[in-house]
């Protein structure tokens, strides 16, 4: 098996994001994959939640940039990466045909918006002293994921389910009291990724994960610009004023913003999405590690009660997840042991 991922392997990587979140409906279930691939699938996975929860330090790093230069620049040397990367991979037939499609670009317009309301609070947050707040979100993130299910798509929640949303709200509850003001932060967050996720959801499987990624960058690059040019005439920008080590600091927001999609990309098309769902909570855990330990942000007894509450919601969600995919995973089997004649009739 190679141990790189060259130029073919690149452009399978950047649409199999997309691919294991949004399935085709009817789709036949992959066969599993071998125990080497899962392995490196394993760790690809790893090397992108990671790098998605070591982001406050890189965001520390960064300081005294503010929050809005950061993600001005983060979209701006993103678009650039994205430009290379399509132009590496041969891509720009797909983005072409991506753009050409008006519900594709509004779906992702929208998406756009929504994201860069997540970079800018999440950055808000790390580089304000707010980190453990900021990991708080991602942690509730799959518990509004699943509220957002039943209020958009019309879902019926699973018991486990339901109570995993009832006890993320009664996270919410103690938390507002111990911080003494509803923990914002982390709820915009959740909401605003667990959006841009819907948002991804309607485009579906047509876009490849580069082309997606550019075009959001597109949408919000004119914008970021300006941001960037009106801080620079103000006097305000870190950017060329502190030296080349930050610039390049600063320019290297493009790979950052990448590089870990292309790592999920390598780990979606190697694992199960169930592996995949285990995996995410890799980044809010390190995140909220390094907030009380390397960034000495304080936990009182009231955060560390919320905190708890919503480990216990996740871990109700994720009990629900794993019965739920071994009860689908055996129905499967079952089904495809029975004789062609046994099995039952597709509904019209």
Known sequence: MR????????MELVSASNRALNPVPGASTPRRAPRS???????????????????????IWLIPAGAVEIVANRVVWSLGFCALLLTVTKAWPQLIAAVRNK?????????????????????????????????????????????LGVIFLKEKLRPLQWAAVGVGFAAV?????????????????????????????RVG???????????????????????????????????????????????????ITAVPLLFFGAAARRLPMTTIGLLQYFTPVIQFILAITVLGEQM?????????????????????????????????????????????LPRD
């Open 37 to 59: 691939d899962s392995t490196s699938g394993v760790f690809f996975g790893m090397g992108a939640y990671s790098i998605w929860g070591l982001l406050p330090v890189y965001f």
């Open 300 to 344: 009182g007894p009231e955060r560390w009660i919320g905190f708890c509450i919503v480990w216990l919601a996740l871990v109700l969600l994720t009990v629900d997840m794993l019965r739920n995919y071994g009860q689908s995973r055996s129905l499967r089997r079952a089904r495809s042991l029975m004789p062609a004649a046994a099995q039952p």
């Open 3 to 10: 141990n790189t991922v060259g130029k073919a392997d690149v």
């Open 205 to 255: 499987p047509r876009v490849d994960a580069a082309s997606s990624l550019s075009i959001e960058t597109a949408v919000l690059a004119p914008f970021a610009a300006v941001v960037m040019i009106v801080l620079s005439l103000n006097g305000q920008d870190t950017l060329g004023t502190l030296g080349a080590g930050h610039f390049w600091l600063l320019a290297a927001s493009g790979i």
């Open 173 to 201: 509850v103690v938390l507002t009291i111990g911080y003494g003001r509803l923990p914002w932060i982390a709820l915009v967050l959740a909401f605003s990724f667990g959006l841009y996720g819907f948002m991804k959801k």
């Open 103 to 147: 519900r594709v670009l509004g779906n992702l317009s929208v998406a756009a918006v929504l994201i860069a309301v997540n970079w800018l609070t999440y950055t808000f947050g790390v580089t304000t002293g707010q980190a453990i707040e900021a990991s708080l979100g991602y942690f509730i993130n799959p518990l509004v994921s699943v509220l």
